[in-house]
Each structure stands twice: as structure tokens, then as C-alpha cells.
């Protein structure tokens, strides 16, 4: 079979990103947050003040744009797709999370410009939503204020005028903006219901006249040389329905112009006139989301795509590859010297100092990653964390301690998410999208288990993994529970009612033969490690469970996180109901259980918050989020061995340490090196 690639397929390549899946119909959401409002309102800030979160890694993530400081190159600063803003101090070496920084979660930070006082201004939108605006710093991005006339308009993209710098122009969904003081005030300057004067991706000032404008939209771009009382199609020589991502001037010549669009990159010598296609670029990379003049030669040029960074040393005339292939680039960032940043997706940011002849990744102090499963290997004397949705540049990362430093395990994992993490022996194992993948203890790199059953490979979805002594592997997938006995070279699938489709498992603390499944239709008991089961009780209805624990001090009561809140049960699952007592009936996702069995920790992934109980559950009070980027935290982790060590994870921000009141934070600025009483 051949895949023929159009345009017009190409064109709707657009950012995406992962939405959470929520378990509740709309009614019941509205409900619950009700409840959780009401409850968290009596409950009282009994945790102010008690502790704080710094963040600890691991280093990388998304980035969407990277500007740097007219007055002073060294200071840059670094946007991401979830509202969250990070600025350098030293050229790209180290980055800190500003705070509080950008207000607005949710938001994608595509578009950072710096004026020549040094005043910031962020354009955004919503990612699940058509709202966003422009937002404004005068302190170096530590606050913000949301810019009144342009507020709830989706900006995509952002200029200040070189001859000008109170004059800006913003590209929306619904039309082009502009403010002649400084982003005081904003008027609209193309007509609302034009068909063609929408979807504005990219816009650009000519540096000689701020009433010459160059815009581009979803389908091709546009001109206008009196301030937007009137526009001209500016395409001829483009291919139709070319999304025009970005418009660069040249720095020596301001009637040649660079357009880079899902069909290819082009070039204009006559101020927009006529469009020729630059070749010597493959068709595959052709999807060009940034481009770069160098500082000091006028024939360098840069095109970020999703295949790597290409450079030009003659003018556009010819192109070479000179990064890695796997890269996906949001952002070339170029600086007089050689200094040069990128921002990608995944791999965080990407320097080099000598105009692109070599690169190091650049990420100490940023980390963007969504970590799904934290799991303490105290044989290993180290921390592992899986990660969520970057199957290029995620995997498994590995620390000596919470505090890092992190460093990816090995390879094989590309093309993975990891949804699951698990020791056997020496060995870590990695429950993903598609099956069991275990780490060579010396290299640590990454196989693939075979998963056949029944003489048939299943590739399974793997949401859970118990690894029992001697060699046995109990695993929670899509296609069924599925155990091995001889360390996952064999797999049998016992019956399990029904389903399909298997959540989360439990052992004993006590019996390491008594296992607990989760389904969406019940739970299930198994007395012999997983051989046989029996189900023992149904599941809780339209709320699917995320995870099941058993408290260690009493292994018949279980607890179950679920979309409707946290779910307890005194008879090892055979019944159930519900835990009251401060934790709200919303998405309880996250859970953590001290090993004395009376302080446990469960986090809310859809409405936010991380609850403590030190009563084994019968009431809760909700914990402060001071030094958190986003309290809506998906898993925990706590160090079996230093119980006060409390990992919890978001989607945004990374992994973050819980510090009790009055200790040392240990962290030198963005620094995560870690003290070296704090190893495992």
C-alpha cells in the first residue's frame, strides 16, 4: 500500500496534546466539584505554611519559544505548551522556573517578545479552548498582567515593530490586532468576517515602516502597507493551502523574506511580491516550524522541522542536516558568537557555541516532562521515573536520590510510553504500550518481552506490573491479566470473568500469593500468585479504577483510586465504600502509603490537589502547593526507606520533592544536585 502526503493533510498537522481522560459524565463532574469546593472550603488551610515543593527533574520536555533581552543576550526566556515560563541567566546554561510567572495553566506560550527595555510580553492560547491573549512582565517574567482588549483571543503569534517598539501586532484565530502603546490598548485591523483574514500563524514588521505588515494564516499570507486599512494576497509562487508558520526579514535586506509553510520554505526578494520554493531540503522535513537568520553572516540561515536542524552557509542556495535526525524543533533562538539555542519537543533545549558544529542538550534547572510511574529501587540505590507521552526522548530516567541528577536509562524504548514500572531482582521493568520491555542490568538498555498467548503475540497495553519472587511477572493490560512464572519468557492469560480490559494490581504486604485485581467491572482475589481468581466484588459504575493498594498494617483493607474518588475496603475488596472524612469525590488518581500504615497520600488529577490523612484514612486535610507548577498530580511516590520523601508528579513542572517545614531545600537555585545524605 502507498501513503501519498498532500498539502492538505500536512496542513492540519497542528500541536496536540494530551488530554486526561476523565471518568465521570458532565453531571456528575459539575457535581463533584461542587462537593470537593465545599469540602475544601470547610476543611481551612490547617497545612499553610507546614511545607513546601521544589522541583527536582527530570530534565527536559517541551519547549514552544525561546527570546532573548535586547539590552542583555544572557538573559533568555523559555515558553511552554502548559503556561509555564523559565528564563536563563547565563545564555541557555541553567534555567529556573519563574514564579509565580505566567498565571494561566492550559495556555501554550508560543509566542515571547523582549523590548529594547526589557519589558516582556507573552502571547497565548488555550489549548483546549479558543481563548488566550497577550500577557505583559516589567520585572523580568516573575508577574504578569493580562492585557485587557485583546484578552480571550487565541494569539498565535507576536511582533513589536524595530523602528516602533510601542507598536505591536498580534496574529489570532479571528483576525490581526495591533497596539500603538505598548499593548495598553488594542484595536482589530483586519474586518471580521473576511473569509480569508483568519487563522493568523505568523506576523512580522518591515523594519523601516511599522505600517508594512506581513502576516501569515492557515492558508497562505497576507500584506498590508498602511497600517491595515487594507490587505493584498501576497502568494504568488506558493503552493495553495500553504499554512504560512513563520515570516522572517532579512537582517541586511529588507525586501528579501523567508515564509516557511507545511509545503516547503520560500523566498521573496521583492517584499513579497513573488515566492520561489527553496529546494535542497527533503519533502519529508519539509514542515518548517521556525526559522533563523544568523547574527553575524547575512548567507547563514536556520529552518527548524521535524526532522532536525538545516543550515544554509549560502543564502538558501543549498542545505545540510547538522543535528540529530529525531528532532523535532519549535524554536531556533541565534546570538552574536556562534551562540545558538533550539527549543524542541522532548528533548527540552539544544545549545551550541559554535554556530551549530557541535550540540549539548541544555535542560539544567527545566524540566517539562510528564512522569507516570516513580518506583524506589533501593537494591539499585536509585530512583526510577517513567515517562508519559514522548515516545522519542522519554523512557525510564534514573537518579542516585530524588534530587537527581536524572539520566535517561538506556535505549530501546523509542516509540514507547511508560505506563508502568516494576523490579525484578536486579532487573527494572517497564510496562508500556505495547508490552513488557526489561533493562540489561549492565548497559541498561531495553528488550522487548514477547508476550504470546495462546501462540499469538498480544502487543498489550501494560497499565500495571507486579514482579513477584522468584521469577514471576503479574501484568494488568488491555488484553487481560497476564502472568508468567519464569520471568516473562512464557505468559499464560487466566480467566478473569469478562473483561478485557485489567486497571491495577495489589499484593499482600503480608502474603506475597494474595493478589488483588481491578476492572471496570469489579475486583478480583487470587490466593496461589496469580494463577487462579475469583471475582469478589463489582466496580464502583461509571467510575473506572486507577489503582489499588493494600495498607500495610492490615492486609485486608485495600484502598482503590477511581474517577469518583477514594474507595476503601476492610475485607480484602469484597466489599466497599467510599472514604469520607476531607477527600473529595473527584478523580483520585495519585496514592502513596507510609509504611506504618497511617499516613497516606492520594493526589487529584482532574480538579487538583494532594491530600494527607494520618489517621489510616478517616480524615484528611488538603496540603499546601507552594513551589508547585500545577497541584493537578497524576502519581506519587514515597521512599520506603525515608518515608518523609514524597515524589509527586504532574503534567506540567515534573517531579517535585515535598521539603517539611523548616528544612533545607539543599537546591542551589535550578540546581538538583543532590546532598549526599539524601542518596538512596
Not at 372 to 389: P, T, Y
Request: hydrophobic fraction near 40%; include cysteine.
Amino acid at each position: 500500500m502507498t501513503t501519498t502526503w498532500v498539502p492538505e493533510l500536512l496542513c492540519e498537522l497542528r500541536l496536540t496534546r494530551y488530554t486526561s481522560k476523565l471518568h465521570m459524565s458532565p453531571a456528575a463532574r459539575k457535581l463533584a466539584y461542587i462537593i470537593a469546593t465545599v469540602v475544601l472550603t470547610l476543611a481551612g488551610p490547617a497545612w499553610a505554611a507546614a511545607q513546601t515543593w521544589i522541583p527536582v527533574g527530570p530534565p527536559g520536555g517541551d519547549v514552544r519559544a525561546l527570546a532573548s533581552d535586547p539590552r542583555d543576550p544572557r538573559l533568555i526566556y523559555l515558553g511552554t505548551s502548559d503556561g509555564l515560563l523559565y528564563r536563563s541567566d547565563d545564555s541557555g546554561v541553567h534555567w529556573r522556573r519563574l514564579s509565580p510567572g505566567f498565571p494561566r495553566r492550559g495556555n501554550s506560550l508560543d509566542d515571547i517578545v523582549v523590548d529594547a527595555r526589557g519589558v516582556v510580553l507573552v502571547g497565548y492560547w488555550e489549548v483546549r479552548g479558543n481563548g488566550g491573549g497577550v500577557a505583559r512582565s516589567t520585572d523580568g517574567g516573575n508577574t504578569f498582567t493580562l492585557l485587557k482588549g485583546i484578552e480571550g483571543e487565541s494569539v498565535r503569534s507576536l511582533a513589536i515593530a524595530p523602528t516602533s517598539p510601542q507598536i505591536l501586532a498580534a496574529g489570532t484565530l479571528s483576525g490581526v490586532f495591533r497596539s500603538v502603546d505598548g499593548g495598553q490598548s488594542w484595536a482589530r485591523l483586519t474586518p471580521p468576517d473576511h473569509p480569508d483574514l483568519r487563522n493568523f500563524d505568523s506576523v512580522a514588521f518591515d523594519p523601516r515602516d511599522p505600517n508594512l505588515m506581513y502576516v501569515g494564516t492557515w492558508h497562505l499570507g497576507w500584506k498590508t502597507a498602511d497600517g491595515g486599512q487594507t490587505w493584498m494576497p501576497m502568494h504568488t509562487g506558493m503552493i495553495d493551502d500553504s499554512d504560512v508558520m513563520t515570516l522572517t526579514i532579512d537582517r541586511w535586506k529588507p525586501d528579501v523574506l523567508y515564509a516557511t509553510a507545511c509545503t516547503g520554505i520560500y523566498k521573496s526578494e521583492d517584499a513579497a511580491g513573488r515566492w520561489s520554493k527553496i529546494k535542497g531540503i527533503p519533502s519529508s522535513s519539509r514542515r518548517t516550524r521556525a526559522f533563523a537568520q544568523s547574527h553575524d553572516d547575512q548567507n547563514r540561515l536556520f529552518a527548524g522541522t521535524t526532522e532536525g536542524l538545516w543550515s544554509s552557509e549560502d543564502g538558501a542556495a543549498t542545505w545540510r542536516l547538522i543535528t540529530q535526525k529525531n528532532l523535532i524543533i519549535n524554536s531556533v533562538l541565534t546570538l552574536p558568537g556562534g551562540l545558538m539555542l533550539l527549543g524542541t519537543e522532548g528533548a527540552g533545549v539544544v545549545r551550541s557555541t559554535d554556530a551549530g558544529v557541535t550540540w549539548t542538550a541544555s535542560n539544567d534547572g527545566f524540566s517539562e516532562r510528564f512522569v507516570s510511574k516513580v518506583l524506589f529501587d533501593r537494591m539499585g540505590r536509585r530512583v526510577l521515573a517513567g515517562i508519559w507521552g514522548d515516545r522519542k526522548h522519554g523512557g525510564v530516567f534514573a537518579a542516585p536520590g530524588p534530587r537527581g541528577p536524572w539520566s535517561r536509562l538506556g535505549t530501546g524504548l523509542e516509540g514507547r510510553e511508560v505506563l508502568s514500572l516494576a523490579l525484578l531482582g536486579g532487573q527494572a521493568l517497564a510496562g508500556t504500550d505495547d508490552g513488557v520491555f526489561v533493562s540489561d542490568p549492565e548497559t541498561g538498555n531495553w528488550a522487548r518481552m514477547s508476550t504470546v498467548v495462546d501462540g499469538v503475540d498480544v502487543h498489550p497495553r501494560v497499565q500495571d506490573l507486579l514482579a513477584l519472587p522468584p521469577r514471576n511477572l503479574v501484568a494488568a493490560t488491555s488484553k487481560g491479566l497476564l502472568r508468567s512464572g519464569d520471568g516473562g519468557r512464557t505468559w499464560v492469560r487466566p480467566p478473569l470473568g469478562i473483561t478485557d480490559d485489567v486497571a491495577a494490581l495489589a499484593v499482600s504486604p503480608n502474603d506475597i500469593d494474595v493478589l488483588v485485581a481491578a476492572t471496570g467491572l469489579g475486583f478480583f482475589r487470587s490466593t496461589d500468585g496469580g494463577q487462579s481468581w475469583a471475582q469478589v466484588s463489582k466496580g464502583f459504575g461509571e467510575f473506572d479504577p486507577h489503582a489499588v493498594a493494600f495498607m500495610p498494617s492490615d492486609d485486608r483493607v485495600l484502598l482503590a483510586t477511581t474517577g469518583g474518588g477514594l474507595y476503601r475496603s476492610n475485607d480484602q475488596g469484597a466489599t466497599w465504600a467510599r472514604v469520607t472524612g476531607g477527600i473529595p469525590y473527584t478523580d483520585i488518581t495519585g496514592l502513596a502509603i507510609h509504611p506504618d500504615g497511617h499516613t497516606i497520600y492520594a493526589s487529584d488529577f482532574t480538579w487538583g490537589g494532594i491530600f494527607r490523612s494520618v489517621d489510616a484514612g478517616k480524615s484528611w486535610e488538603r496540603l499546601p502547593t507552594d513551589g508547585l507548577a500545577s497541584d493537578r498530580v497524576w502519581t506519587l511516590g514515597l521512599d520506603p526507606a525515608a518515608p518523609e520523601r514524597l515524589l509527586v508528579a504532574s503534567p506540567t513542572g515534573g517531579l517535585h520533592l515535598m521539603i517539611p517545614a523548616g528544612a533545607a531545600t539543599g537546591a542551589a537555585g535550578s540546581r538538583y544536585a543532590p546532598p549526599p545524605a539524601e542518596r538512596l
